[in-house]
C-alpha cells in the first residue's frame, strides 16, 4: 500500500507477568508505520492497534506454554 502523506503512527503495548518468588517477565509489542491511503490518523491507530495487540497476545499465550513446560 502506499502512503498517504508522512503522518507517522506508533502503538506499543507492554504485558507484565509476575512468576514469583519476586521475578517477572516483562513483554513488549511495538510498531511504528505510516498512514495509508484511504486511512485518517484514527483508522491507521486502530489498524496498528490491532496488529500489536494480536501479536502481545500470540507471543504471551507462547510464554505460557513454555513456562508451563519448564515447571
Request: net charge negative.
Amino acid at each position: 500500500m502506499t502512503q498517504d502523506n508522512q503522518t507517522s503512527v506508533r502503538v506499543e503495548l507492554q504485558f507484565t507477568r509476575n512468576l514469583g518468588n519476586y521475578e517477572s517477565i516483562k513483554l513488549s509489542v511495538g510498531v511504528e508505520d505510516f498512514v495509508r491511503t484511504g486511512e485518517n490518523t484514527n483508522t491507521a491507530t486502530d489498524r496498528i492497534y490491532k496488529f500489536v495487540e494480536d501479536k502481545l497476545i500470540e507471543k504471551v499465550k507462547e510464554i505460557e506454554v513454555e513456562l508451563k513446560g519448564h515447571k
